[in-house]
């Protein structure tokens, strides 16, 4: 049974939009750092963003800097991965993570079993 659970994703065209949400029935989302990666076909995981325990710092891949906002609901237990202008480039499977602190270290050990983003007209 995974830590983390990842819903949200599917197909959208082209400059469309997508929200991602992170949850988890095992761990309490609200007291660490929540971290998204992505793998795309053929390519190596990479960081897409994080969010500390305290909503701030926030950090973000360049590539989707001022398309991508990470935030959390108002009781910290879900974390939202808000997905706008989308291109194809951002086609991957996406997972959220967590390593139990409190600041994004960039080394999760608990994850998602990720889910499917389709940007494709």
């Known amino acids: 049974q995974e830590y983390l659970v990842e819903s949200g994703g599917g197909l959208v065209q082209p400059g469309g939009s997508l929200r991602l949400s992170c949850k988890s029935s095992?761990?309490?989302?609200?007291?660490?750092?929540i971290s998204w990666f992505r793998q795309a076909p053929g390519k190596e995981r990479e960081g897409v963003s994080c969010?500390?325990?305290?909503?701030?710092?926030?950090y973000y891949l360049e590539s989707v800097k001022n398309r991508f906002t990470v935030s959390r609901d108002n009781a910290g237990s879900t974390v939202f991965l808000q997905m706008n202008s989308l291109e194809p480039e951002d086609t991957a499977v996406y997972y959220c993570?967590?390593?139990?602190?409190?600041?994004?270290?960039?080394?999760?050990?608990?994850w998602g079993q990720g889910i499917q983003v389709t940007v494709s007209s």
């Open positions: 993570a967590t390593d139990l602190l409190d600041y994004c270290s960039g080394s999760p050990e608990y």
């Open positions: 095992r761990l309490n989302l609200e007291f660490y750092a």
């Open positions: 969010i500390s325990m305290t909503n701030e710092p926030t």
